[in-house]
């Protein structure tokens, strides 16, 4: 059955419940709220939820997480109700969304010295800071959880109990690919903004508090900036900025789809390439390292794709989807397994770029500084990076790292990702010589994936080569959020098609606030990373280029590797007008992993400089690396 068939089917279903009074209609009811949560006096301590019997749960991706149907239906009416909260409790979604970003308020009576959100970003401090972010919305969820289970009916075996006790929040993996042959982006955030549940005393229909939160017109009032004072909830891919705006999902799936090669391959080569703490957690530049990735930098990507124009691809107000928690739930489970592998490196001391809420900008911190607005007991002490370390202590892990040594870290870690980051390759094909615009396709409701043709990896033995894209450029470039794509062959010149071509091998975003006013004087550089060497396989097997010959790669590269820059309202850019913006190539010969639980050992990063060099943007011989 289509999409639009099961949404049309399904608004029928919900006309008639309401025509006939029939009770489980979705409202949004702001009596309907949680009034027992776990109340205290002082400060909001995080703690994390409580371990049942002595086992730790752990976090599972949210389609495992379906299909336990107890844990499923305990999630989708405990977040529901979470929206519904009244915005003047500290716990409530609108609250705990609001210390990303907007409204720029004291949150838990931590002031602010800055006016912006609380949240770390271009900082040492970025992925520890999430953490415990991440955590506090995990407790409340929870708590409400077991509020739910205690009222639903005829729950006469206590399976809805039972269930509650080890709920954890979800994340959502966008870098393997799907484990129920969907799409990336899971159906149930995008398909219906209703959603109907099979519960012990029978179906009832809610609001889907996945596909989006809905603003009441105070919180509206609380957002200076426009369109986003007038969109009366989040949106995704917005079809236009007026308050008529909807949610383009089926362009946000293509997207994300479109792109996964290259952040299942980002994510990789993060684990084997990145030992250092400092290099993989955060994207400001370090001058003349070609190490260009990090988690910071990928998280943006997923970021600026799912948004495009909405509110996850602006910082000041990406917490309010409901998205932002399941991507930031994967962030921290990226997190917890690196550090599982690369246990002796941490954050190192280092100034503050930007700053935050509660950071001045250029500001000296390192492992001790305080994570505010995070209390960790209600006398108004704080968690640091040091104590937010281990995830145990905030009574929940992740499948790949619980119990498991080094070796079988790399193991679970291969068995998920070493087929998307090299044994297979795929390309987005243009079938028949058709436009490779895919979006008018989508928009036709005709189809939501880009045909793909698979193509065997050589045996991964001895040697080869990797080659990446090193894109660096300044944060504030465009005093907006703003895309890179890569493209390894011909492209529509079509900005609009730029994220849904074929020969598009990754879309890079830059994330900032929704005005970022450009700096000269404090020029905060920051990096990312699009890796070439699967597509440059895929081409290889189509006997376009060889491998094996360095020369012949560089030349093929020369010749075919193109790069462009967009706003978020698909606006061309000249690449020479984006302020230190520099692409370059780089290449490293790696050692081919010999076991299951082994990765493959890479050698010095090389910089190709004759790949780029007299092209626009392009780094030229004399550049810094």
Known sequence: MSFVTRSTLLFLFIWVCSILGIAGAPVKDHQDTPGKLRRQAGSFAITGAPIINGRIP???????????????????????????????????????????????????????????????????????????????????????????????????????????????????????????????????????????????????????????????????????????????????????????????????????????????????????????????????????????????????????????????????YAGFDPLFWLHHAQVDRLLAIWQALHPDSYVEASNEPIGSAAITQGARTDMNTPLKPFHNDTDGHFWTSATVSNVENFGYSYPEIQGKSVSEVKAAVNALYASSSGKTIT??????????????????????????????????????????????????????????????????????????????????????????????????????????????RADEQKGLVNMKDEEKTKEYLTTNLHWRVTTMDDKDVPRDQVPDLKISVVCANVQAARADDEFPVWGELKVQQDITNDRPAGLGSGDDV
């Open 58 to 316: 752990q976090r599972l991706e949210i389609r495992q997480l379906r299909k336990n149907s107890a844990q499923w239906n305990l999630y989708l009416l405990a977040l529901n109700r979470f929206q519904q909260m009244d915005q003047s409790d500290v716990r409530s979604y609108y609250q705990l969304s609001g210390i990303h970003g907007r409204p720029f308020t004291e949150w838990d009576g931590v002031p602010l010295v800055q006016n912006m959100g609380y949240c770390s970003h271009t900082s040492n401090l970025f992925a520890t800071w999430h953490r415990p972010y991440v955590v506090a919305f995990e407790q409340v969820l929870y708590d409400i959880v077991q509020e739910v289970a205690t009222s639903i009916v005829n729950d006469t075996t206590g399976e809805y109990k039972t269930a509650a006790s080890t709920f954890r929040h979800p994340y959502w993996d966008w870098a393997a690919p799907s484990s129920d042959g969907g799409p990336v982006l899971p159906a149930p955030v995008s398909g219906s903004p209703y959603i109907v549940l099979s519960l012990p005393n029978g179906s009832q229909i809610i609001n889907n508090p996945l596909y989006q939160y809905k603003f009441d017109s105070s919180e509206l009032s609380s957002f200076p900036d426009t369109p986003f004072n007038v969109w009366q909830e989040t949106l995704r891919y917005p079809s236009t900025k007026s308050a008529a705006a909807t949610s383009q999902n089926p362009l946000v799936s293509q997207q994300i789809a479109q792109s996964q090669d290259s952040y299942s391959q980002r994510f990789m080569n993060l684990l084997q390439a990145y030992p250092r703490f400092a290099n993989f957690s955060n994207s400001a530049w370090t001058p003349n390292s070609p190490g260009y990735d990090s988690l910071e930098s990928l998280h943006n990507q997923i970021h600026g794709l799912v948004g495009n124009g909405g509110h996850m691809a602006v910082i000041d």
């Open 427 to 536: 390309r987005r094909s243009n079938v028949g010589g058709q436009d490779t615009s895919l979006a008018p396709l989508i928009a036709a409701g005709l189809s939501n994936e880009a045909p793909v043709e698979a193509v065997p990896d050589p045996p991964a033995t001895g040697n080869y080569t990797e080659w990446l894209t090193n894109i660096r450029v300044a944060k504030d470039a465009l005093e907006q959020t703003f895309f890179i794509h890569i493209f390894l062959g011909d492209f529509n010149p079509d900005p609009k098609t730029w994220s849904f071509e074929p020969n598009l091998v990754g879309t890079h975003a830059i994330i900032t606030p929704y005005v970022m006013k450009r700096d000269p004087a404090q020029n905060t550089i920051v990096t990312g990373q699009i890796p070439l060497t699967r597509a440059l």
